[in-house]
């Protein structure tokens, strides 16, 4: 969870630290459950869940275009407004054209 007061940054391959966005949006995970009720050919067992609301632990940041093909490393590093830092790596393709 986080709020609006948190500072967000990104780095790619060991790159300069860059501040993401914070934005009030519907949670993309959630919406993808939803995407997939709403798009099934065969019954789904459960009840669908309710329409999605907004999400007030999200941030946004544009991935540089210019990424070479092949494994890089996205490390993303929160502060919360007290201080108490959080960090988190994935390593990802880009393919070819």
Not at 5 to 11: T, Y
Not at 61 to 77: R, S
Request: charge should be positive.
């Amino acid at each position: 969870m986080g709020s609006e007061k948190d500072e967000v940054l990104f780095r790619i391959d060991n790159g300069k630290w860059k501040k993401m966005t914070y934005v009030l949006e519907q949670d993309p995970n959630f919406l993808s459950t939803l995407h997939k009720w709403d798009n099934t050919e065969t019954l789904l067992t459960g009840r669908r869940p309710s329409m999605a609301a907004e999400c007030k632990h999200l941030w946004k940041a544009a991935i540089p275009m210019n990424l070479t093909a092949g494994e890089h490393l996205i490390e993303v590093k929160a502060t919360n407004m007290y201080g108490k830092v959080f960090s988190q790596s994935k390593k990802y393709k880009i393919l070819e054209n």
